[in-house]
């Protein structure tokens, strides 16, 4: 064995270790899958069973998605001949409704095979549970659906060893507010500090920071040009990306914004 001249009584203080990655937070929707069009197939799948004629285009629904917010049942609404008392029930049920349908069609395409993680997704994932780092996911999905489509698309044995899955009925507030990731970290008695989200999204983005975490984007295909300023890094997808990494530009985050070659 070496003597060392710093054994003994003198402690190094690695400052890093203040602030150490010790909880990794998923989003769903967008992130581990590409599934915004599932929304705009489910609308049509409902207004079909509505009988209306009207279909959503892709243009139609990016439209939506970009001025509209949550009003896309308001506007639903707004075709129906109901009353204004009967509005909110109608609009419980039509969200109801295009759940079930927006989850069906997913699992039916991770079933026959045409709709997968993105890339690099669960290899990330299986390597992170194989680490001391704790692996979390927060979605704005309601909760059983969010756990069917996690089970189809990652399997039952990796959605169980997951610390936590945090739901949109989980908390009052939808992302950009940051109450899910709060909550996440929370259950997972974890400090903010040490959390890491990854996000497809500007406004996921937003919740991730606002709770005081560190965010890696990986944009889905109608976020592609959402802002991403303060986020740690842009990668075009999770090929490649590996915890080794990710650690590295954790400790490398110190105050700056370091940039990958695929930005
Ligand atoms: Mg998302």
Redesign the pocket.
């Known amino acids: 064995m070496i003597d060392s001249p710093f054994s003994g009584n003198i402690v190094i203080k690695d400052s890093h270790n203040d602030m150490a990655l010790e909880l990794v937070i998923s989003?769903?929707?967008?992130?581990i899958l590409e599934t915004e069009d599932y929304h705009r197939r489910a609308y049509n799948v409902l207004f079909e069973e509505l009988g209306l004629t009207r279909r959503w285009s892709r243009e139609d629904y990016s439209a939506r998605l970009a001025t509209m917010g949550g009003g896309k049942f308001r506007e639903i609404i707004s075709w129906l001949d109901q009353s204004e008392e009967e509005q909110e029930e109608v609009s419980r049920k039509l969200y109801a409704r295009k759940t079930d349908l927006y989850v069906d069609l997913i699992v039916k395409d991770l079933r026959s095979g045409d709709l997968s993680p993105r890339p690099g997704v669960e290899r990330l994932f299986e390597e992170i549970l194989e680490s001391e780092t704790l692996l979390a996911v927060g979605s704005a999905c309601v909760k059983w659906a969010a756990e069917k489509v996690l089970e189809a698309s990652l399997g039952t044995t990796l959605v169980e060893s997951l610390a936590t899955v945090c739901a949109g009925d989980d908390v009052a507030a939808k992302k950009p507010d940051p109450a899910i990731y709060l909550l996440v970290a929370e259950r997972c008695g974890v400090k903010p500090a040490d959390c890491l989200v990854v996000?497809?999204?500007g406004h996921?983005m937003q919740a991730a920071l606002g709770a005081g975490m560190k965010c890696i984007v990986t944009p889905?295909e109608l976020a592609r040009n959402d802002s991403f300023a303060g986020a740690m890094m842009r990668f075009e997808n999770l090929e490649g990306v590996g915890l080794t990494r990710l650690r590295k530009m954790w400790m490398g985050e110190q105050g700056r914004v370091p940039r990958d070659g695929c930005l």
């Open positions: 989003d769903l929707d967008g992130t996000e497809d999204t996921g889905s």
